[in-house]
């Protein structure tokens, strides 16, 4: 089994900072694609930024400039630093990725439970 521990989230005022860490954790031979997706109040799930397949970074526009996500494979961590938030950033921030299993040819999305970021104006 492989499971994603988020932290980091939190209250923060209008231009303030958050770092948002993602730990995968079991019985993992290779994890692949490893990012960020948001969900706020009323909106579909979407992608923020992440790790994708050749070892690129994908960010949504609207954080470009603004988030930094890095890596560390030795640890299976992503990281995702936020600088310059925005009420329009609050939702709840999710950790994904997909992990191919020790002893399985298959890869598999694997989601954490999700962290709340909130933004006051």
């Known amino acids: 089994q492989v499971q994603l521990v988020e932290s980091g989230g939190g209250l923060v005022q209008f231009g303030g900072s958050l770092r948002l860490s993602c730990a995968a954790s079991?019985?993992?031979?290779?994890?692949?694609?490893m990012g960020w997706y948001r969900q706020a109040p009323g909106k579909q799930r979407e992608l923020v930024a992440a790790?994708?397949?050749?070892?690129?970074?994908n960010y949504e526009d609207s954080v470009k400039g603004r988030f930094t996500i890095s890596r560390d494979n030795a640890k299976n961590t992503v990281v995702l630093q936020m600088n310059s938030l925005k009420p329009e950033d609050t939702a709840v921030y999710y950790c994904?990725?997909?992990?191919?299993?020790?002893?399985?040819?298959?890869?598999?999305?694997?989601w954490g439970q999700g962290t709340q970021v909130t933004v006051s104006p």
């Open positions: 079991g019985s993992i031979y290779r994890i692949y694609d």
């Open positions: 994904k990725a997909k992990v191919q299993p020790r002893g399985s040819v298959e890869k598999n999305d694997y």
């Open positions: 790790f994708i397949s050749g070892g690129s970074t």
